[in-house]
């Protein structure tokens, strides 16, 4: 039931499939060409195997993404029906994932790059935070890097702050992990799900630290230690890390204006 549409359908009568993008765990993505404009945008729709679920989570997104106006979130330009099957409809947005970048091309992260990936993301959480609404999925395969342009994408288990709603499964990797946990994910997945901003900040401080792990090399018959005895972080940084793990600003924009004088003090030149 999930097999990707083939190259060259067109969905609604308007977009031409280019490019199978990605499938996840209730939707499928893929590049597709808008014949009226010849531009390129990314088409969403619900994993058909997930049944009314899916339809539901994409309906979310759609209205989340709707009321969304930031230039590191993808434009939302609408909805499109094909055979009575609704799809998403969205800017598509060039660049790899930080994912990508460290799992296929072998990227590693210093401090201060890893600390403006964080900086650069804040701008778009505290935009959504702002509209009322936190993302809930902050991780590497949803980070999207372009030239200096760092943009959050896949808006599929945002809601509204405060909203409940059910606890769904994120995608994962072959062996059962979800990709960008930097530690036993089970815990770690619960918190990323709690529909308040700290949950974004706190999906923040594990991003920075899988960054950071890219490069580190365990010694020879060595325990298992924590990522504050393993990494080799300044100590203003091992405390702002802390800081997002353990919740201490309540929003994107007081975490923002911490890690612009940890910025400052290292005499970064930073712009917006």
Same mark, same amino acid.
């Given at each position: ?22 499938? =996840? ?6 590049? &597709? ?7 390129? +945008? ?12 899916? &339809? ?12 969304? @106006? ?7 330009? %609408?909805?499109? +029906? ?15 994932? @930080? ?6 091309? %072998? ?8 600390? &403006? ?29 372009? =030239? ?37 994910? %089970?815990? @770690?997945?619960? &918190?990323?799900? +709690? ?23 365990? %010694? ?16 203003? @940084?091992?405390?702002? +890390? ?31």
């Amino acid at each position: 039931m999930d097999y990707p549409l083939r190259h060259g359908l067109k969905w609604a009568g308007t977009y031409r499939i280019e490019q199978f993008v990605g499938m =996840g765990s209730y939707g499928q993505a893929y590049r &597709r060409t808008d014949t009226a404009t010849g531009s390129a +945008v990314l088409l969403k729709r619900a994993k058909p195997s997930k049944g009314e679920v899916a &339809r539901r989570m994409l309906e979310r997104e759609s209205e989340t993404m709707r009321r969304l @106006v930031h230039p590191q979130i993808p434009k939302w330009l %609408g909805e499109a +029906v094909h055979r009575n099957e609704t799809a998403l409809v969205m800017e598509f947005a060039e660049g790899d994932t @930080v994912e990508q970048l460290i799992m296929e091309r %072998g990227k590693t992260y210093a401090q201060p790059e890893a600390l &403006r990936v964080v900086r650069e993301l804040l701008r778009p959480l505290k935009s959504l935070h702002e509209a009322g609404y936190v993302h809930r999925d902050v991780r590497i395969p949803n980070v999207l890097v372009c =030239g200096d342009l760092v943009r959050l994408i896949d808006f599929g288990l945002a809601c509204r702050i405060g909203e409940q709603t059910r606890d769904e499964r994120p995608e994962e990797t072959k062996d059962g992990q979800p990709a960008g946990f930097a530690d036993s994910w %089970g815990p @770690v997945k619960q &918190r990323m799900r +709690v529909p308040c901003p700290t949950s974004d900040l706190y999906g923040l401080g594990h991003l920075f630290l899988f960054m950071m792990y890219a490069s580190y090399e365990p %010694g020879e018959n060595r325990e298992e230690r924590s990522w504050e005895e393993e990494l080799a972080l300044e100590p203003d @940084v091992r405390a702002f +890390v802390r800081g997002l793990l353990e919740h201490e600003w309540p929003s994107a924009a007081e975490c923002e204006r911490e890690l612009d004088r940890i910025l400052e003090g290292w005499n970064f030149v930073r712009s917006g």
